[in-house]
């Protein structure tokens, strides 16, 4: 039965998943996404590079605070640039905050801050402080075509079955899922251990010039890491003014 080599993935996670992702890399459904992005590789140009796909994954798993999903990476390749990074919303590599970005900062400041004018930088464009702070951010399609933000969705789907199930079904944690390619994966979740909140993705707002309907997912977030851990989430990278 062919499979993928493990040796040619451990580098792309941290070492916290290694037990069990050995398993799920070297299964034949991910051995076919494989052979599927090979095919799709060789007509059209993917994104993010190869060496983030998995960039989501280098979060310590026994850290994990909480996991916000998305859809797909960004799409555009932009002057030979690929924008994705492999962290959902991050605009690190690209350099220019996106508009699904910015309605995020701005749903988050409405939500956990009172839609105060915060001393923030709006123009901030790594999320590696939420990465720090145990959130993973990760998208329902850990690829996509260039230009074709929905290509790889149903593609990854066989892929996150396994996470779940194997490494994510029994660890306590809280998902904030995003539209509803991240939402559809809400059926590889138990009710009883995790925390599922959801909303919109800030791209509908963006086209749609309005605000992000947020559901106060963030605050509601915070407030249950508060109760379970103790630990306080800072959702935006800044000091509230006073």
Wanted: charge should be negative; glycine fraction near 4%; aromatic fraction near 12%.
């Amino acid at each position: 039965m062919s499979k993928l080599d493990w040796d040619k993935f451990s580098d792309k996670f941290h070492s916290s998943w290694y037990s069990q992702m050995k398993e799920i890399i070297e299964s034949p459904e991910v051995y076919e996404i494989y052979q599927k992005l090979k095919e799709d590789g060789q007509k059209y140009k993917i994104t993010p590079d190869s060496q983030n796909v998995f960039k989501a994954f280098e979060i310590d798993l026994n850290k994990i605070n909480v996991i916000l999903m998305g859809m797909s990476p960004y799409p555009q390749v932009i002057l030979g640039m690929k924008k994705a990074s492999g962290l959902c919303f991050d605009c690190s590599q690209y350099g220019k905050i996106s508009p699904s970005l910015e309605k995020l900062y701005d749903a988050i400041e409405d939500d956990c801050y009172n839609g105060l004018a915060l001393e923030r930088d709006k123009n901030e464009k790594s999320l590696q402080y939420l990465v720090n702070q145990g959130v993973m951010l990760c998208n329902a399609g850990l690829t996509c075509v260039k230009d074709r933000p929905d290509s790889h969705i149903e593609l990854w789907k066989p892929f996150w079955k396994q996470v779940f199930e194997k490494i994510l079904f029994v660890k306590p944690s809280i998902f904030i899922l995003m539209g509803k390619a991240a939402q559809e994966l809400e059926q590889y979740t138990d009710p009883f251990i995790h925390k599922i909140y959801k909303c919109e993705h800030p791209v509908a707002a963006s086209y749609a010039s309005r605000r992000m309907e947020h559901n106060h997912v963030f605050s509601k977030a915070a407030k249950d890491l508060k109760a379970m851990n103790n630990i306080d989430l800072e959702w935006l990278d800044s000091d509230v003014p006073f």
